[in-house]
């Protein structure tokens, strides 16, 4: 079965262009949970630009009083600062069920790609044992055709395919450029014993297609897209409709 996790930090950035608490992220999640999703994905970033810590306990608080998976993204290497106490420390006080890592910096608009697992190997080990030390499953996050043979040396329990270039070739009408990448990269990762979760710019118009074409994900992170369609037709409205195709993809 795929599961829909809904990432929830635009509506971070709608508050905290204008200040106070509207629109409340945490009322966004009972929405959603409502509707059906299976599980909340936030991505705080050291600058403060979105989620915030006292966001992630916040939704730590609500998805443990649901039994409903918290899945906490974050770039492991960034030192903390204030108001960001850095990932692992964060990840010990919120305990999520899984912990995403993703190689991406300050300065950078959005996560666009994954690690390199060659280089970064050393480094991402010991950290992988520590997260996982806390109880979280960790996911680490792969470009298509990457190396995840390494990921799971490194430790991962699964990887999570940066989808990025599927939606631009899907949006151009080429998608076959850059599927048979995807699905190859799918069945490496599973015959090395990973889970494979897909998160980034995936939408109503192209995660059908998408789930089809690799058979199953286990899980999909989806936030920017989701939040994009929600101001059209409403948040339940719309986290139904992305729990019907994944429903549908898991089950036809």
């Not at 262009?17 to 994905?41: E, F, M």
């Not at 409903?68 to 010990?92: D, S, T």
């Not at 480094?123 to 044992?129: C, E, G, H, R």
Request: charged share 20%; proline share 6%; net charge negative.
């Amino acid at each position: 079965m795929t599961r829909l996790s809904v990432n929830l930090n635009k509506i971070a950035v709608l508050r905290n262009s204008r200040g106070g608490d509207a629109p409340d992220v945490g009322r966004a999640a009972k929405v959603c949970l409502d509707a059906g999703a299976h599980g909340i994905t936030v991505h705080p970033r050291p600058d403060g630009r979105h989620i915030r810590t006292p966001d992630v306990h916040a939704l730590a608080a609500l998805t443990a009083s649901r039994g409903i998976e918290f899945n906490i993204e974050g770039n492991p290497f960034a030192p903390p600062r204030p108001g960001y106490p850095g990932l692992l420390a964060l990840c010990e006080q919120a305990r999520p069920a899984q912990v995403t890592l993703v190689p991406d910096g300050d300065g950078q608009l959005t996560s666009d790609h994954g690690f390199d697992f060659a280089r970064d190997a050393a480094a991402l080990s010991p950290l992988v044992d520590r997260f996982k030390q806390l109880g979280c499953r960790v996911s680490l996050f792969a470009d298509a055709g990457s190396d995840v043979e390494a990921a799971r040396a490194i430790g991962a329990d699964r990887i999570e395919l940066y989808t990025g270039p599927w939606a631009d070739a899907f949006a151009a009408g080429v998608p076959q450029t850059v599927l048979p990448a995807f699905v190859a990269t799918t069945e490496r990762a599973r015959r090395a014993g990973l889970g494979v979760n897909a998160g980034h710019d995936l939408s109503q118009t192209n995660l059908a297609a998408f789930l089809d074409a690799l058979g199953r994900v286990d899980e999909v992170s989806i936030g920017h897209a989701l939040i994009d369609e929600a101001l059209y037709d409403g948040l339940d409205t719309t986290v139904r409709r992305y729990v019907r195709i994944v429903d549908r993809t898991s089950t036809g």
